[in-house]
């Protein structure tokens, strides 16, 4: 637990790890680095972003640290929070969401067509780095959506929750599709459940089904994305004798250019 400047104090949700990289943060669902990346990057830049997303329920009480945790006044409805990370699987691209194509008479005249809005939200590097952080969950040692794998397939996912247990979240997609699922009352009272992440569980059952017999398939990594071996003490670029390195994606020209002194 820590206190911030305005005196809001989130808690984590495991266990305090000390300094982490935010790679091991979004792998082990972690509270408080998200809150302090907040407090630099400000609630209003993530506001702004998230109504680019398609977020329509934002209210001017949300326009705080709790932000960072999904603490929202109203909340978020599960088809914009898809939409919002199918921007993410789609390249940087928000389309807006559907229930139909369109429709067609017998003789195939179409009398009705969806009319879909795209824009490009952020730069396709971007929303390349934010799978490859995504898939931590997944893939990570202390992963909190391992159960999310799908055989040859690369998955991003998230798990979600708010205070006393009201929701649980699981929001993800691979290269074919993006799925978000949410367990919960209309009205909030606490979920019981047995271990796993209900929500985590139904995604995983019908994302798995859907993905059968589906050819193998990768995040496609850009050109312009750069490669770095990183200290995970200090950030900066990993020498010889460094005990914890990994190799971390950056947009080009941001990788770090100082070796560890350590
Ligand atoms: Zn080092």
Known sequence: ???????????????????????????????????????????????????????????????????????????????????????????????????????ETQNHNIILKSKQKKKQVFSKDVAFIMKSLLSQPVNGTYGTATYCKINKIDVAAKTGTTNEDYDRWLCGFTPYYTAVTWFGYDFNETIHFNGQNPAGLIWSNIMKQIHYNLKSKSFEEPSNIQKATICAETGLLANKSCKKQYVEYFLKDTAPTTYCNK
């Open 1 to 103: 637990m820590m206190e911030l400047k305005n005196g809001y104090t989130p808690t984590n949700y495991n266990d305090y790890l000390g300094e982490i990289t935010l790679r091991r943060a979004i792998e082990s669902s972690q509270n408080i680095p998200f809150v302090k990346i907040m407090e630099e990057l400000t609630p209003k830049s993530s506001i702004k972003y998230m109504k680019k997303l398609g977020i329509t329920t934002l209210t001017k009480e949300d326009d705080n640290l709790n932000l960072a945790l999904g603490g929202l006044q109203k909340g978020i409805s599960p088809i914009e929070m898809c939409s919002a990370y199918s921007s993410i699987a789609n390249d940087g691209t928000y389309i807006s969401p559907t229930f139909y194509t369109k429709i």
